[in-house]
């Protein structure tokens, strides 16, 4: 039988070269391989900076959303974890902006990924991707990339996957990948929508409860008086009947910003262990007026002025620093607009910004004045430094 490192060896191209260098660079400190530079090029091979993807395939999706099946053009895509997304990006009316969407396809198969994009209220990207992609339209990607995911080595047996609406996408790939490799584990899939016919992979799901015993499925409809089934929202009390006890489960909760306030409570009051709670990262931050600490004499509509690379660009004070950037056609690092990953800082010179929750800041980004610009918002004129 194959070692486990055999095996990683055998998935990357020239592996036993990657790990020699890998094995040189841990001894000297830094890249000092015969030919400079090696490694980082090997990494960039494996893990593209940007990805440049064709759409080859448009799968409606529930009532309201469509799965695009994206496919690379070298033919090479970066393995990834289900629970994984990839950051989108689209330019439209002269701006460049992006988002990031979860895998929804299973990361057993890497022949294409696929990303499913639902309808919502003030949804410039997802709004144009419904309305005017097609077979055969390119688009830009960074990723994949991102934290929520099942950990085997620390996570229970039990899964317990709480999605609302859209936020199902991460939880149809993992249960892809486990339910597809056989891996022995057993998953709950609480499934909150407004109507039946919102829900997302809703045919899928139900046949694939059918088939494997160790996974169950409920749908519960929050304004849909003749639906048959649950109806109201994913509480303590629905937690409780499904799952019974709360020890013996892990708990992955994605949906819109208001659900996961409201199931943290509910597992709190089921004194869930806050260890065994993960949660995909906000997303963008939409009325930032109502958080917590918003200075009460903003409105959100002030626009105040930043100063950068010598230019001073417009910025309202309800919109982070990013989407003005974005706005005014300067090109800033982004991935996932979440307040996570760090790779949109920029540092500020001067002036004040408010922060929205959500934010991983590190002790060095406080001590040398960086700020998450996606989740950071202008409450005063500013200075940054890209
Ligand atoms: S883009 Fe990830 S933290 Fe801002």
Request: hydrophobic share 35%; net charge positive.
């Given at each position: 039988?194959?070692?486990?490192?055999?095996?990683?060896?055998?998935?990357?191209?020239?592996?036993?070269?990657?790990?020699?260098?890998?094995?040189?660079?841990?001894?000297?400190?830094?890249?000092?391989?015969?030919?400079?530079?090696?490694?980082?090029?090997?990494?960039?091979?494996?893990?593209?900076?940007?990805?440049?993807?064709?759409?080859?395939?448009?799968?409606?999706?529930?009532?309201?959303?469509?799965?695009?099946?994206?496919?690379?053009?070298?033919?090479?895509?970066?393995?990834?974890?289900?629970?994984?997304?990839?950051?989108?990006?689209?330019?439209?009316?002269?701006?460049?902006?992006?988002?990031?969407?979860?895998?929804?396809?299973?990361?057993?198969?890497?022949?294409?990924?696929?990303?499913?994009?639902?309808?919502?209220?003030d949804?410039?990207?997802?709004?144009?991707?419904?309305?005017?992609?097609?077979?055969?339209?390119?688009?830009?990607?960074?990723?994949?990339?991102?934290?929520?995911?099942?950990?085997?080595?620390?996570?229970?047996?039990?899964?317990?996957?709480?999605?609302?609406?859209?936020?199902?996408?991460?939880?149809?790939?993992?249960?892809?990948?486990?339910?597809?490799?056989?891996?022995?584990?057993?998953?709950?899939?609480?499934?909150?929508?407004?109507?039946?016919?919102?829900?997302?992979?809703?045919?899928?799901?139900?046949?694939?409860?059918?088939?494997?015993?160790?996974?169950?499925?409920?749908?519960?409809?929050?304004?849909?008086?003749?639906?048959?089934?649950?109806?109201?929202?994913?509480?303590?009390?629905?937690?409780?009947?499904?799952?019974?006890?709360?020890?013996?489960?892990?708990?992955?909760?994605?949906?819109?910003?208001?659900?996961?306030?409201?199931?943290?409570?509910?597992?709190?009051?089921?004194?869930?262990?806050?260890?065994?709670?993960?949660?995909?990262?906000?997303?963008?931050s939409k009325s930032i007026q109502t958080e917590p600490g918003w200075p009460s004499d903003l409105t959100g509509n002030e626009v105040f002025k930043?100063?950068?690379?010598?230019?001073?660009?417009p910025a309202k004070s309800g919109e982070s620093v990013?989407a003005a950037?974005?706005?005014?056609?300067?090109?800033?690092?982004?991935?996932?607009?979440?307040?996570?990953?760090?790779?949109?800082?920029?540092?500020?010179?001067?002036?004040k910004v408010f922060?929205a929750?959500?934010?991983?800041?590190?002790?060095?980004?406080?001590?040398?004045?960086?700020?998450?610009?996606?989740?950071c918002f202008p409450i005063s004129d500013l200075?940054?430094?890209?």
């Amino acid at each position: 039988m194959k070692s486990i490192k055999e095996m990683l060896l055998e998935t990357l191209k020239n592996g036993p070269e990657v790990l020699t260098d890998i094995t040189a660079c841990r001894r000297n400190g830094k890249d000092i391989i015969t030919e400079i530079g090696r490694v980082d090029k090997k990494i960039a091979e494996y893990h593209p900076k940007m990805l440049n993807l064709e759409v080859s395939e448009i799968i409606p999706n529930g009532n309201e959303a469509k799965t695009f099946r994206l496919t690379s053009e070298n033919g090479y895509l970066p393995p990834f974890l289900a629970g994984q997304f990839i950051n989108l990006f689209v330019e439209t009316d002269g701006v460049r902006t992006s988002r990031p969407y979860s895998l929804s396809s299973s990361p057993l198969q890497r022949g294409y990924y696929e990303i499913t994009v639902a309808r919502t209220a003030d949804g410039f990207v997802s709004a144009y991707l419904l309305d005017k992609a097609k077979p055969g339209d390119r688009f830009e990607a960074n990723g994949p990339a991102g934290h929520f995911y099942i950990n085997p080595v620390f996570h229970k047996k039990k899964s317990v996957f709480i999605a609302g609406g859209s936020g199902i996408t991460p939880f149809v790939s993992m249960i892809r990948d486990i339910l597809e490799s056989g891996k022995n584990r057993d998953i709950i899939l609480l499934y909150g929508c407004r109507k039946e016919n919102t829900a997302l992979f809703y045919e899928e799901l139900k046949e694939k409860v059918l088939a494997h015993p160790n996974f169950r499925f409920e749908l519960i409809v929050s304004e849909d008086e003749s639906f048959k089934g649950r109806k109201g929202l994913i509480d303590a009390e629905i937690i409780r009947e499904t799952v019974q006890t709360t020890d013996a489960a892990d708990f992955y909760i994605c949906g819109p910003q208001v659900m996961y306030d409201f199931c943290e409570k509910e597992l709190a009051a089921l004194n869930t262990d806050k260890k065994r709670i993960h949660r995909e990262v906000f997303g963008a931050s939409k009325s930032i007026q109502t958080e917590p600490g918003w200075p009460s004499d903003l409105t959100g509509n002030e626009v105040f002025k930043i100063k950068i690379d010598g230019k001073i660009i417009p910025a309202k004070s309800g919109e982070s620093v990013l989407a003005a950037l974005e706005r005014a056609g300067i090109k800033a690092p982004v991935c996932c607009r979440s307040g996570g990953c760090g790779i949109c800082r920029v540092r500020l010179v001067s002036g004040k910004v408010f922060t929205a929750r959500g934010v991983l800041k590190r002790y060095a980004d406080e001590m040398f004045g960086y700020i998450h610009s996606c989740k950071c918002f202008p409450i005063s004129d500013l200075e940054i430094l890209l």
